[in-house]
């Protein structure tokens, strides 16, 4: 133990004397602090959208309440009047839009996940769901296929990099410098002072990594002591994904090669696992188990519009009502009945179709949980964003509170439009102190 100490401060001396190990960890952080201000700058912009559209919200839940108490004796107010008590909105077209939020998780901003692939808030109203769900933002597709250059890009693909430069030449620095026989011909074994050497380079990752998180965590604003937990977990993800490319560094050089083949080997293992392999294996993936084609399905919903609007208005409550008992009244006349009955057709078709697509993305996700430690940069980044709920899973939870959002919305507004009734002021209170909890 006292040699492998003796070992790791003189391999200090010579490391510091040499600009190289500074310039490698300048630019880790470098990066690493640029990837915690990117990811910030893009979960801020999140938060100021979401501020936003909930400004929009209060600000129209206002007006309603100011436009309820108009006196409609006056012309001018009349149809705002309409607009505020009317549950099918002026004419069918200015519904009041709800807004569901996707609340930021704490470690959002170190780990984008898939926050930057989905919507974090939809405008819905009592309408057909399906086609509101499918209005979404504009998006640079290559930013989208590359990923953002946050604090987990830099963690996956730079420090694989920093410890290939920091070990490639762990054993032929001494072949090529002529100290080997030297080195050889002491007491302590060679194994031993390649171990110290290795030893100390694993230190400085290592102590680099947690330096890097606790910087992300420092000016990223996340308190430490609320989320410890988090804070050990993604230290003991990101360790674990060091100790093993120090194994695969420890079998280069066992191979005891050149330094430039040895970093022409770690480059190539650096390439095949983060870079090759994840694209060969979702090509695997796809292959095995291809989805439905989104195609098909617009085009059955579409199909189903032009039933809708194409046939008698018995096609729509011959469906509807036996679903819906509670809602028949008998009127066939009405036509807001029929056309808000039809959305739910809608509705109805789109969750079914959805839910083979989901069935075979369960499929492939079970066949990419078995082969993904043929990637393992993919896996660690899944159990990186798993960690800080920003994967995929989070998002499905985020999409069936809009579903149950949506089911409340229509269990509120169904039985005014179908018993051809509008909302009084203090059921609009109601509802605005509801969204408010």
Same mark, same amino acid.
């Given at each position: 133990?006292?040699?492998?100490?003796?070992?790791?401060?003189?391999?200090?001396?010579?490391?510091?004397?040499?600009?190289?190990?500074?310039?490698?960890?300048?630019?880790?952080?470098?990066?690493?602090?640029?990837?915690?201000?990117?990811?910030?700058?893009?979960?801020?912009?999140q938060?100021?959208?979401?501020?936003?559209?909930?400004?929009?919200?209060?600000?129209?839940?206002?007006?309603?309440?100011?436009w309820?108490?108009?006196?409609?004796?006056?012309?001018?107010?009349q149809?705002?009047?309409?607009?505020?008590?009317?549950?099918?909105?002026?004419?069918?077209?200015?519904?009041?839009?709800?807004?569901?939020?996707?609340?930021? $998780? $704490?470690?959002?901003?170190?780990?984008l996940?898939?926050?930057?692939?989905?919507?974090?808030?939809?405008?819905?109203? =009592?309408?057909?769901?399906?086609?509101?769900?499918?209005?979404?933002?504009?998006?640079?597709?290559?930013?989208?296929?590359?990923?953002?250059?946050?604090?987990?890009?830099v963690?996956?693909?730079?420090?694989? *990099?920093?410890?290939?430069?920091?070990?490639?030449?762990?054993?032929?620095?001494?072949?090529?410098?002529?100290?080997?026989?030297?080195?050889? &011909?002491?007491? =302590?074994?060679?194994?031993? =002072?390649?171990?110290?050497?290795?030893?100390?380079?694993?230190?400085?990752?290592?102590g680099?990594?947690?330096?890097?998180?606790?910087?992300?965590?420092?000016?990223?604003?996340? &308190?430490l002591?609320?989320?410890?937990?988090?804070?050990?977990?993604?230290?003991?993800?990101?360790?674990t994904?060091?100790?093993?490319?120090?194994?695969?560094?420890?079998?280069?050089?066992?191979?005891?090669?050149?330094?430039? /083949?040895?970093?022409?080997?770690?480059?190539?293992?650096?390439?095949? *696992?983060?870079?090759?392999?994840?694209a060969?294996?979702?090509?695997?993936?796809?292959?095995?188990? $291809?989805?439905?084609?989104? /195609?098909?399905?617009?085009?059955?919903?579409?199909?189903? &519009?032009?039933?809708?609007?194409?046939?008698?208005?018995?096609? =729509?409550?011959d469906?509807?009502?036996?679903?819906?008992? #509670?809602?028949?009244k008998?009127?066939?006349?009405?036509?807001?009945?029929?056309?808000?009955?039809?959305?739910? *057709?809608?509705?109805?078709?789109?969750? &079914?179709?959805?839910?083979?697509? #989901?069935?075979?993305?369960?499929?492939?996700?079970?066949?990419?949980?078995?082969w993904?430690?043929?990637? $393992?940069?993919?896996?660690?980044?899944?159990?990186?964003?798993?960690i800080?709920?920003?994967?995929?899973?989070?998002?499905?939870?985020?999409?069936?509170?809009?579903?149950?959002?949506h @089911? @409340?919305?229509?269990?509120?507004?169904?039985?005014?439009?179908?018993?051809?009734?509008?909302?009084?002021?203090?059921? !609009?209170?109601e509802?605005q102190?509801? !969204?408010?909890?």
């Amino acid at each position: 133990m006292k040699n492998l100490l003796h070992i790791c401060r003189f391999e200090w001396k010579n490391l510091w004397r040499n600009n190289t190990l500074i310039i490698l960890l300048l630019v880790f952080f470098g990066a690493g602090i640029y990837g915690i201000y990117f990811g910030k700058f893009e979960i801020q912009k999140q938060e100021d959208r979401m501020a936003t559209v909930q400004e929009y919200e209060r600000q129209q839940f206002d007006s309603l309440l100011t436009w309820v108490s108009l006196d409609t004796s006056i012309k001018a107010n009349q149809i705002n009047f309409r607009r505020a008590v009317s549950p099918t909105g002026e004419g069918r077209s200015k519904h009041f839009t709800y807004y569901v939020l996707h609340h930021t $998780p $704490p470690l959002a901003g170190l780990c984008l996940g898939q926050r930057d692939l989905f919507p974090v808030y939809y405008g819905l109203n =009592v309408t057909d769901l399906a086609r509101q769900m499918n209005i979404g933002e504009l998006a640079n597709p290559m930013k989208l296929l590359t990923g953002n250059f946050d604090l987990s890009y830099v963690i996956i693909f730079l420090l694989p *990099l920093l410890i290939v430069a920091l070990f490639y030449d762990l054993y032929a620095k001494e072949k090529e410098g002529g100290t080997l026989t030297l080195l050889q &011909s002491q007491s =302590v074994k060679l194994s031993t =002072v390649l171990m110290g050497k290795g030893l100390l380079r694993l230190l400085i990752v290592l102590g680099s990594a947690t330096g890097l998180l606790l910087l992300g965590f420092l000016l990223q604003g996340i &308190s430490l002591g609320q989320n410890a937990g988090i804070f050990f977990q993604s230290l003991g993800l990101i360790y674990t994904y060091c100790l093993f490319w120090t194994a695969v560094m420890a079998g280069i050089i066992a191979l005891r090669k050149s330094s430039a /083949t040895s970093a022409i080997y770690g480059l190539g293992i650096w390439l095949l *696992l983060t870079m090759i392999s994840p694209a060969l294996l979702n090509l695997f993936v796809s292959a095995k188990t $291809p989805l439905p084609n989104r /195609t098909d399905s617009v085009h059955e919903l579409r199909t189903l &519009s032009g039933k809708v609007w194409g046939s008698p208005r018995s096609f =729509v409550y011959d469906q509807f009502y036996p679903k819906y008992p #509670e809602y028949d009244k008998g009127d066939s006349i009405n036509f807001n009945q029929w056309y808000y009955a039809s959305f739910t *057709l809608f509705d109805d078709k789109a969750n &079914s179709l959805n839910q083979e697509y #989901e069935s075979q993305v369960a499929k492939r996700n079970q066949l990419l949980k078995k082969w993904q430690w043929l990637a $393992p940069a993919a896996m660690v980044h899944e159990n990186f964003s798993s960690i800080s709920k920003t994967d995929r899973e989070s998002h499905i939870r985020f999409v069936k509170r809009i579903h149950e959002f949506h @089911d @409340d919305l229509k269990n509120t507004y169904y039985p005014k439009i179908f018993d051809d009734e509008n909302f009084n002021k203090t059921e !609009l209170m109601e509802l605005q102190a509801k !969204l408010e909890e």
